[in-house]
């Protein structure tokens, strides 16, 4: 058995002897933390719950930036089916914001995508350093939301304002502004009716 706070590195068979080698400390769970259900990101066609992934916003000139790192992930299951587009991430206060306005945007730029990576071996491997800075709404919301402990907001911001002249100035280049709030509302539209799609099915399978 596996001690309280410590997760398996790799799959353990019946009989291993445990060692400090085979596991990790998981991460502390603090009172900002929240369960959030997306279906608007790209994910692997093999994810399974329990594996850890990056979400990432490609941008249409073909960055890759981190939006949040390390994140385990859940995918819910209704009436013995996996789903095939939603997953729940456990995430801060914000990491929510800072996926918010990821999703706003990547609906602002034609050819962006957010989209999932796995983690190999996620109790060797350390999280990505985030590099997606978000708008400036969003900072601002950051830099004074009540939610956001003080230690993790201020890391936080740190490694915004250390990316932002050289992420964000990319990013307003590929957002038409003529386009991008057309886009945000039908993008929206469609979450929301997925979402709504997804719960129906999941009330029937209680049902059934």
Not at 47 to 71: A, F, N, Q, W
Not at 164 to 173: C, D
Not at 188 to 198: G, H, K, W, Y
């Amino acid at each position: 058995t596996i001690p309280a706070g410590l997760m398996a590195k790799v799959d353990l068979n019946p009989g291993t002897v445990m060692t400090t080698d085979l596991t990790y400390e998981n991460e502390p769970l603090t009172s900002d933390v929240r369960t959030v259900e997306y279906n608007v990101i790209t994910l692997p066609s093999q994810l399974t719950t329990g594996e850890y992934i990056d979400i990432r916003l490609r941008t249409p000139d073909g960055r890759s930036l981190i939006v949040v790192s390390h994140k385990e992930v859940t995918i819910p299951n209704i009436a013995g089916v996996d789903s095939t587009n939603c997953i729940w991430l456990d995430l801060s206060e914000e990491e929510i914001l800072m996926m918010s306005s990821a999703i706003v945007e990547a609906y602002k730029m034609n050819g962006a995508m957010l989209h999932a990576t796995r983690y190999v071996e996620p109790g060797i491997q350390e999280a990505a350093t985030v590099t997606y800075v978000p708008n400036d709404e969003t900072r601002a919301l950051i830099e004074r939301d009540p939610n956001i402990v003080e230690e993790a907001k201020n890391a936080l911001l740190s490694v915004l304002n250390a990316n932002s002249e050289l992420v964000r100035p990319g990013i307003n280049n590929a957002i038409n502004n003529e386009d991008a709030a057309d886009n945000v509302v039908e993008k929206t539209e469609d979450e929301i009716t997925s979402l709504q799609e997804e719960r129906e099915l999941y009330i029937e399978s209680l049902g059934g």
